[in-house]
Antibody
Framework: QVQLQESGPGLVKPSETLSLTCTVS??????????WGWIRQPPGKGLEWIGS???????FYSPSLKSRITISVDTSTNQFSLHLKSVTAADAALYYC?????????????WGQGTLVTVSS | EIVLTQSPGTLSLSPGARATLSCRAS???????LAWYQQKPGQAPRLLIS???GRASGIPGRFIGSGSGTDFTLTISRLEPEDFAVYYC????????FGGGTKVEIK
């Protein structure tokens, strides 16, 4: 059974870089049938897609966040990561990592439990 | 970027009732790449429907997705107590975007 687990600092200072990692267990980030993505949810609000990555390193980013984000994948550790630079209070949210099934559901079919990120000095 | 508008914002219904949730896209969603998710408090979203009408693994038959183009609907034929939650639609055609959500609450 595939499971995803987010990890990273829960507190980031304004203007600094938010860095999160998602560890995949029970499956492989090298699977050609899946993309791996990041989605966030500000407290009490809706979902926002941040970006996704394929095992080859191909990335797709949200147009509104593209200038500030980098998503990478490490097949040796079975992890993928998110880096969001120059954070502000608007970036405070619950950050989820999720698996996207290509060609089958074409949706996020497995999600991590999420990690809460606060932006404060 | 395709904007998804969900309505109503809140749906107040009794267990056993039929729920009809709407998701309207600002432009046609390619190949009906439209999904529905359920989110309960303190939990991650769960995939219910993909491809506009295909139920995900383990999803009960009372969850029915329909629609095409710009208008999509999620119907819950008879609400069970565990169905009271927030529901989001999401499109994958032009980038990936989510709707604002519909909360189904107990009346």
């Amino acid at each position: 059974q595939v499971q995803l687990q987010e990890s990273g600092p829960g507190l980031v200072k304004p203007s600094e870089t938010l860095s999160l990692t998602c560890t995949v267990s029970g499956g492989s980030v090298s699977s050609p049938r899946h993309y791996w993505g990041w989605i966030r949810q500000p407290p009490g609000k809706g979902l926002e897609w941040i970006g996704s990555i394929y095992y080859s390193g191909t990335t797709f980013y949200s147009p509104s966040l593209k200038s500030r984000i980098t998503i990478s994948v490490d097949t040796s550790t079975n992890q993928f990561s998110l880096h969001l630079k120059s954070v502000t209070a608007a970036d405070a949210a619950l950050y989820y990592c999720a698996r996207w099934a290509v060609g089958s559901s074409d949706a996020f079919d497995i999600w991590g439990q999420g990690t809460l990120v606060t932006v404060s000095s | 970027e395709i904007v998804l508008t969900q309505s109503p914002g809140t749906l107040s219904l009794s267990p056993g009732a039929r729920a009809t949730l709407s998701c309207r896209a600002s432009q046609s969603v390619a190949s009906n790449f439209l999904a529905w998710y359920q989110q309960k408090p303190g939990q991650a979203p769960r995939l219910l429907i993909s491809g506009a009408s295909g139920r995900a693994s383990g999803i009960p038959g009372r969850f029915i997705g329909s629609g095409s183009g710009t208008d999509f609907t999620l119907t819950i034929s008879r609400l069970e107590p565990e169905d009271f939650a927030v529901y989001y639609c999401q499109q994958y055609g032009s980038s990936i975007t989510f709707g604002g959500g519909t909360k189904v609450e107990i009346k």
